[in-house]
């Protein structure tokens, strides 16, 4: 299955700013997903990352909140912008294999 | 309600006891049925992948679907300390539905030496 590198692993980020998390697989995958984790509850996804075109956005995410970047097969970037303290979370990136998702290791963000 | 129930736990065993992880949903579209472990400040790992209902052995997991009742289960035989980690359900109507799992709560696992 692929490998997924994710950074930063955390951060603590003052309320107003920007944070961007970056996604390196080791391998070409056409999709790549953004989940969000927060305390105590399931992951949600965000967006689908597709290269070469605009990010798909579930409801309740929009693209003004979560930007994402999706330059070549490989890479994706997701920021969080204008940030507030429900923004606390861990966020994943995702790609799909032969028998079923892989999951980065998380960014775990506190917004302060 | 919501599309997936799994219950947070936590649950806590000794060390080899047979444990039971049970996920319950509404959506009987559903059709391929995930379980991953999530150890602490990691992602989420796949443990075990099942489509449509019946048993799936591998190893100590064995993970059951029942698709009448909208009930999915992994039991862990012979529980180790290092099986401590949430364990979280994850569903699907298509296989390639674009990454959109539906992901249960997660149950925290404590397997006590």
């Known amino acids: 299955s692929a490998v997924i590198s994710q950074k930063p692993s955390r951060d603590i980020c003052q309320r107003g700013t920007s944070l961007t998390i970056q996604c390196q697989v080791d391998s070409q995958v056409t999709m790549m997903f953004w989940y969000r984790q927060q305390p105590g509850q399931s992951l949600t996804l965000i967006a689908t990352a597709n290269q070469g075109s605009e990010a798909t956005y579930e409801s309740g995410f929009v693209i003004d909140k979560f930007p994402i970047s999706r330059p070549n097969l490989t890479f994706s970037t997701l920021t969080v912008s204008n940030m507030s303290p429900e923004d606390s979370s861990i966020y994943l990136c995702?790609?799909?294999?032969?028998?079923?998702?892989?999951f980065g290791s998380g960014t775990r963000l506190t917004v302060v | 309600q919501k599309e997936v129930e799994q219950d947070p736990g936590p649950l806590s065993v000794p060390e080899g006891a047979i444990v039971s992880l049970n996920c319950t949903y509404s959506?009987?579209?559903?059709?391929?049925f995930m379980w991953y472990r999530q150890y602490s400040r990691k992602g989420p790992e796949l443990l075990m992948y099942?489509?449509?209902?019946g048993n799936k052995e591998d190893g100590r997991f064995t993970a059951q679907v029942d698709k009448s009742s909208k009930y999915i289960s992994l039991f862990i035989r012979d529980s180790q300390p290092s099986d401590s980690a949430t364990y979280l359900c994850a569903m699907s109507v298509y296989y390639n539905q674009g990454g959109k799992l539906i992901f249960g709560q997660g149950t925290e696992l404590s397997v006590k030496p």
């Open positions: 995702s790609v799909q294999g032969a028998d079923g998702y892989t």
């Open positions: 099942t489509y449509s209902s």
């Open positions: 959506n009987s579209a559903f059709q391929y």
